[in-house]
């Protein structure tokens, strides 16, 4: 039976971390993050070949794992760096040793933009602007750093999100940058995040396809007034071969494509078929704790593990058995042929891997049967 | 401008914490969780008024904020103890100073029931079954440690999730329970979580009659071999006032009166009105960051800051602005006529509050418009 519990590097087993090294992976406390590492190596150095293939960089997304630990695997497999979202990412990231960060997004906030500034002295900062005022904020806070921050304009090609449209105003912008002091325009963020989850290959080409048509007429915007556009940063694990191989894009920003969810399983290729190579690396595992029904199981794991926001998970490796439903601390198993029992585990693929990811403090990594390492999602919650 | 980042109590603000005390609601970095604490404590005292004028106790529920503090305050206003679901929530709770705790779920891995046992050193722990083979586990650990664990049978009276049908399955556990050593048996779990969000006054009326009338049948079917029903506990938010009338309930598990979301708002009374006198007391303080487009404006809060598994936030006290769509770090705001501006500051009334708090590491305390105080989520993502 039990022994009492065990403490891992000054950690409660149970209470501060689910599991810890060397334990068989059935003795993972549930609902826990578990990283199927020989899966998440197979997909890293995938999109890393893909990237040097092409001749573009590969600059991973952090907001997906928020893990610095997972970042310098795929930065020791070729990535240039990390991009993120939030300034409190990138402080953490920067702390853990990760030394060239874009913020792919804005920050307005003066507090926010001055943490960022002082962030610019322990690496290299990049952050997008979409407003000419945000110009002067920026300069403002890197002089009084004394810190020099590289400056991209966001276009909106297509998302209808942050961003500018392309052309004039991108010019206006890029002037500005390049006259404020502390600052050094780069080039553009184009990130089409409404084309990653269309399912249809042709119109998930269509849309990159006017993004890169976007790209193009800015870039040429700003050659004819001289400003030449050292980078191009955009693409996801939906459609990063069409970026990767437009000859626009210099640096691909995929996230996804390292753990991978039941969504994007659903995003097709030519054929129709799914479109990624790309493994399913991470699971939400989680244990059977009430066997009432003759057809259904309950599970530990809810809304309070996994997001569901894009789809309930996929119950990984089973046949005829479906995650039906998912209330706080609950899911309801379909189990017809009634084949589980109390403390059975299921493995399930989760439908969005991003908030997911950022519900959890630990990834729980294995290796054949057992756990090889626990490693910390160091950005979680940083949300500020 | 901005001064350099402030520390409060070695936390840095705007990384470690959102706010620090004494500061102005406008200065608190953004997403981040707003307690109004006027209307929490109106709240609280609301719903202890209840309990008191019905004669039943009020156990509150911790799975909502997860917070010892809070729970502090319930306690102090008259509540018996708190629930909660998990053994690494009460484990939480305990360490922090709660005395009473009923796990109001099934726990069936065996560290987690030696756990739950070894807390029982320092509480009283309450725990619910729902199988005849749970009760040797629980048994085994309790005298493994010394300590005697209470135990509730807990029936399924209409949820269709964990709980034994009403009648001889309850006899049959509840004379186990009792010959067991280590375990008190006190009573029933009764909780109908399918009555709680019906939107319908008499639909939602006609279920908690059911079950009232199921634990009716089963306290009798215990009376009839001897056993008394010291303790039926169950009832939610938005079916309270049922259960606290039934003259059948002893103890009402009521959580998200305390806050109140988007979602039982939408729960409708005998007259079609909102049915909830519970005031909404906890908001996701959101910015505007992004103002590209004329119509629309991008705030900083989305599917890592709440959870829209019951649907949308809904902008508090702002006519004509809608939360139109959340995606993992933005959120967009429809402002047909364009009166957000960069920096502007908006709160949201989660859709969901209880998955929507475990994604936060604080609650900000505000009253008059200033910080008053910081509250940790103290059991945020303990969910083993």
Same mark, same amino acid.
């Given at each position: ?32 993050? #578990? ?8 997909? +890293?150095? /995938? %999109? &890393?070949?893909? !990237?040097?293939?092409? @001749?573009?960089?590969?600059? #991973? ?8 630990? +997972?970042? /310098? %695997? &795929?930065?020791? !497999?070729?990535?240039? @760096? ?303």
């Amino acid at each position: 039976m039990v022994s009492t519990p065990r403490f891992f590097e000054g950690r409660e087993v149970g209470y501060d971390i689910p599991a810890m090294p060397g334990m068989p992976e059935a003795d993972i406390q549930t609902p826990a993050l #578990v990283i199927d590492l020989d899966a998440l190596e197979r997909n +890293i150095t /995938r %999109m &890393q070949g893909f !990237a040097d293939e092409m @001749g573009v960089r590969l600059r #991973v997304h952090g907001k997906m794992h928020k893990s610095a630990d +997972i970042a /310098r %695997m &795929q930065i020791a !497999a070729g990535a240039c @760096g990390i991009c993120c979202q939030k300034v409190a990412e990138a402080e953490a990231f920067v702390r853990h040793g990760i030394t060239d960060v874009l913020l792919s997004n804005q920050v307005r906030d003066p507090l926010k933009i001055d943490r960022l500034a002082r962030l610019a002295n322990m690496a290299r900062i990049a952050v997008c602007v979409d407003d000419p005022d945000a110009v002067a904020e920026l300069s403002y806070a890197a002089v009084r750093h004394g810190v020099m921050l590289d400056v991209l304009v966001e276009i909106d090609c297509g998302a209808g999100r942050c961003g500018v449209a392309c052309g004039a105003a991108v010019v206006d912008i890029a002037q500005r940058v390049i006259a404020a002091p502390g600052l050094r325009f780069v080039g553009l963020q184009a990130y089409q995040g409404g084309a990653q989850h269309v399912r249809d290959y042709a119109e998930r080409k269509a849309l990159i396809t006017e993004a890169v048509r976007q790209v193009s007429e800015t870039t040429a915007a700003l050659r004819a007034v001289g400003i030449a556009c050292k980078t191009v940063s955009g693409a996801g694990t939906g459609s990063y071969e069409f970026e990767g191989r437009s000859g626009v894009y210099t640096e691909l920003q995929c996230g996804s494509y390292a753990f991978m969810d039941a969504d994007y399983r659903q995003v097709r290729d030519r054929q129709g078929e799914p479109v990624s190579a790309f493994e399913h690396a991470l699971f939400i595992l989680t244990s059977v704790m009430s066997r009432t029904k003759a057809d259904k199981a309950i599970v530990d794991a809810g809304l309070k593990v996994q997001s569901v926001d894009s789809g309930l998970p996929v119950v990984f490796g089973r046949s005829g058995i479906v995650y039906a439903k998912a209330t706080d601390e609950h899911g309801v198993v379909l189990d017809p042929d009634g084949t589980l029992r109390i403390g059975d585990k299921l493995k399930l693929i989760p439908g969005h891997i991003d908030p997911t990811c950022n519900l959890h403090d630990w990834y729980v990594g294995v290796r054949g049967g057992r756990v090889e390492r626990l490693i910390p999602v160091t950005a979680r919650g940083k949300a500020w």
